[in-house]
């Protein structure tokens, strides 16, 4: 009995393990398919001491350093937390999940928000560390009231879809056994479609008040840079972040009806004319490319195999612990397998996000052919926002989204000596 026992665990460890490789190496071939085709030039070597000053560095990296430090401790204590949950289950944990199971779809909603908000109160202490060190340095702009009026919106929210998922799971688990993760396959990848299209204007305007650019020279600049490009821009909008933060940025969201490109009103205030078109024709180029379609493709992707290394983690700590698959008793273990596959799955994702941005540096360098303002801005970026010029490698792999800055300085570089050198490469210059 105890060998049949090692061998079926053995068996389901095999299985378990055999679905975490082929979920990476499908979403490592994804990256490669998805990635853009583009051949960009290899970013000139640069060092940070010729672009900043030491004093910029230094503070930079006191902030990062201890930031990068709080994020890592959070990915623990959700972890952790996480953990206990699926497998240790202190006595008021295990009574609340028995009577959750008296009603499993309903029980499964409370289940799912009740995991949402224990991760929500755990990680607050270091969300607030975290919030007021920003303070201190300029950064956050936000006292502590308001932050946490802000942080209790992100968590109702949260919480509500982490109830419908759970909801959701019990349907789908009950309905469907153990061909579970071809619902699930879908479930991910229609809530992927319709939060992208929603999300901006159910959502955002939770936290933040949007505006279309008034008209003027920013926005014929805007408009200009669009044709020129041949980009239909869709809506562009400036946002209120000066209520919470000094950070410049400008984003790309939404898709069909939803499309946008958003401003940041730091932004609009803070940049020289030069920097600013440079900011959009950074945007622009993630609509030319259309970057937020890529990233749909990429997630329907690797939906198949990751949902399914989901669900075999869950279902085997079900079976170790003794717990019915079809009671909300198994949504502990699902949300920490989740958290696993997500965290692994980001990698790739994040290798298609540089890529992607990389991309989207190189097509406003060939918009606006000014290296010198595209520089300025990096510059300026870093040092607003506190950047590290040149994060950890390893970090900026695993959770990188954004070339660093000295990678996107060496771009500028490289683009700046072709342009001395006469050299153009065919099929990259935009609008063509």
């Given at each position: 009995m105890a060998q049949d026992l090692r061998t079926s665990r053995r068996a389901t460890a095999l299985r378990v393990g055999a679905a975490a490789a082929a979920a990476v190496i499908v979403a490592e071939g994804a990256f490669w398919l998805m990635r853009p085709r583009e051949d960009l030039a290899d970013p000139a070597p640069v060092s940070a001491g010729t672009y900043f000053g030491q004093a910029e560095l230094r503070r930079a990296q006191d902030f990062r350093d201890t930031q990068r430090l709080i994020g890592l401790g959070s990915l623990v204590v959700e972890g952790v937390v996480l953990t206990t949950l699926a497998l240790w289950r202190p006595a008021p944990v295990r009574r609340a999940l028995d009577r959750a199971g008296r009603r499993p779809i309903i029980g499964g909603a409370a289940v799912g928000a009740g995991i949402s908000l224990t991760l929500a109160v755990a990680g607050l202490p270091l969300g607030l560390v975290a919030h007021e060190r920003a303070r201190d340095v300029g950064l956050d702009t936000q006292s502590i009231g308001p932050w946490l009026t802000d942080q209790a919106r992100a968590v109702a929210i949260a919480a509500g879809f982490a109830a419908a998922g759970g909801a959701a799971a019990m349907a789908l688990v009950r309905w469907l056994g153990r061909r579970f993760w071809i619902g699930g396959m879908v479930v991910v990848v229609v809530f992927a479609v319709v939060f992208t299209w929603l999300a901006p204007v159910l959502l955002a305007p939770v936290f933040n008040r949007f505006q279309p650019l008034p008209r003027g020279k920013t926005r014929s600049e805007v408009l200009r840079l669009g044709r020129q490009a041949g980009v239909s821009i869709g809506q562009v909008?400036?946002?209120?972040?000066?209520?919470?933060?000094?950070?410049?940025?400008?984003?790309?969201?939404?898709?069909?009806?939803?499309?946008?490109?958003?401003?940041?009103?730091?932004?609009?205030?803070?940049?020289?004319?030069?920097?600013?078109?440079?900011?959009?024709?950074?945007?622009?180029?993630?609509?030319?490319?259309?970057?937020?379609?890529?990233?749909?493709?990429?997630?329907?992707?690797?939906?198949?195999?990751?949902?399914?290394?989901?669900?075999?983690?869950?279902?085997?700590?079900?079976?170790?612990?003794?717990?019915?698959?079809?009671?909300?008793?198994?949504?502990?273990?699902?949300?920490?397998?989740?958290?696993?596959?997500?965290?692994?799955?980001?990698v790739p994702g994040n290798q298609l996000s540089r890529s992607v941005e990389a991309n989207a540096d190189d097509f406003a360098l060939r918009l606006t052919h000014d290296p010198r303002a595209f520089i300025g801005l990096q510059k300026r970026l870093a040092v607003t926002n506190l950047a590290d010029p040149s994060p950890p490698a390893a970090l900026e792999f695993l959770f990188g989204t954004h070339p660093s800055t000295l990678d996107r300085i060496g771009a500028a570089v490289a683009y700046r000596e072709e342009q001395r050198d006469g050299v153009s490469r065919p099929g990259t210059r935009a609008g063509s």
């Amino acid at each position: 009995m105890a060998q049949d026992l090692r061998t079926s665990r053995r068996a389901t460890a095999l299985r378990v393990g055999a679905a975490a490789a082929a979920a990476v190496i499908v979403a490592e071939g994804a990256f490669w398919l998805m990635r853009p085709r583009e051949d960009l030039a290899d970013p000139a070597p640069v060092s940070a001491g010729t672009y900043f000053g030491q004093a910029e560095l230094r503070r930079a990296q006191d902030f990062r350093d201890t930031q990068r430090l709080i994020g890592l401790g959070s990915l623990v204590v959700e972890g952790v937390v996480l953990t206990t949950l699926a497998l240790w289950r202190p006595a008021p944990v295990r009574r609340a999940l028995d009577r959750a199971g008296r009603r499993p779809i309903i029980g499964g909603a409370a289940v799912g928000a009740g995991i949402s908000l224990t991760l929500a109160v755990a990680g607050l202490p270091l969300g607030l560390v975290a919030h007021e060190r920003a303070r201190d340095v300029g950064l956050d702009t936000q006292s502590i009231g308001p932050w946490l009026t802000d942080q209790a919106r992100a968590v109702a929210i949260a919480a509500g879809f982490a109830a419908a998922g759970g909801a959701a799971a019990m349907a789908l688990v009950r309905w469907l056994g153990r061909r579970f993760w071809i619902g699930g396959m879908v479930v991910v990848v229609v809530f992927a479609v319709v939060f992208t299209w929603l999300a901006p204007v159910l959502l955002a305007p939770v936290f933040n008040r949007f505006q279309p650019l008034p008209r003027g020279k920013t926005r014929s600049e805007v408009l200009r840079l669009g044709r020129q490009a041949g980009v239909s821009i869709g809506q562009v909008y400036r946002v209120d972040a000066s209520r919470r933060s000094t950070a410049v940025n400008a984003y790309v969201d939404g898709i069909g009806s939803s499309k946008r490109v958003v401003i940041y009103d730091n932004t609009l205030h803070q940049l020289s004319p030069a920097e600013l078109r440079s900011v959009v024709a950074h945007e622009l180029g993630h609509v030319k490319h259309s970057d937020i379609r890529r990233g749909l493709i990429f997630v329907a992707i690797i939906a198949p195999l990751g949902v399914l290394f989901v669900q075999l983690l869950t279902f085997a700590i079900a079976r170790r612990r003794g717990d019915d698959i079809r009671s909300p008793a198994v949504l502990p273990a699902l949300a920490l397998s989740l958290a696993l596959a997500m965290l692994v799955l980001g990698v790739p994702g994040n290798q298609l996000s540089r890529s992607v941005e990389a991309n989207a540096d190189d097509f406003a360098l060939r918009l606006t052919h000014d290296p010198r303002a595209f520089i300025g801005l990096q510059k300026r970026l870093a040092v607003t926002n506190l950047a590290d010029p040149s994060p950890p490698a390893a970090l900026e792999f695993l959770f990188g989204t954004h070339p660093s800055t000295l990678d996107r300085i060496g771009a500028a570089v490289a683009y700046r000596e072709e342009q001395r050198d006469g050299v153009s490469r065919p099929g990259t210059r935009a609008g063509s």
